[in-house]
């Protein structure tokens, strides 16, 4: 499942809110944004499984909620990303991570240290 940075804004609203919200609530978040604009991204949040939706009584309204939380969304999106761009390699990964000398020196130790713990966990 792959989410656009329009839909990922959604998708953020709905996850810090915690709880099921209508288009009209959706819509305060985004006062650059018409109605439209927000039921199609919404249209293709629950196309993508990534949204849940109920009508609201006889209106067109509608409740809608995450039906996959931040942090699964996050772990799928970096399965996807090791895949595709590195064969599966965490070691190739944090290689990449290194020769981009884009780490510091407490980047280096937390993960070091993260790994370390993840180790002994997995003891």
Not at 22 to 47: C, Q, S, V
Not at 60 to 69: K, P, Q
Request: charged fraction near 30%; hydrophobic fraction near 35%; glycine fraction near 4%.
């Amino acid at each position: 499942m792959q989410i656009t940075k329009a839909e990922m804004e959604i998708m953020q609203v709905l996850w810090e809110s915690g709880r099921r919200m209508t288009t009209n609530e959706i819509m305060e978040y985004f006062p650059d944004k018409n109605k439209t604009t927000i039921l199609t991204l919404a249209g293709r949040l629950l196309d993508k499984g990534a949204l849940q939706s109920v009508k609201l009584g006889r209106s067109h309204a509608h409740e809608y909620w995450a039906a996959i939380s931040e942090e699964d969304y996050r772990k799928m999106q970096t399965k996807s990303f090791l895949l595709s761009i590195h064969n599966g390699s965490a070691k190739s990964l944090i290689s990449s991570l290194f020769q981009a000398e884009n780490l510091t020196k407490k980047d280096i130790e937390e993960l070091r240290s993260f790994i370390n713990s993840e180790a002994d966990r997995n003891d």
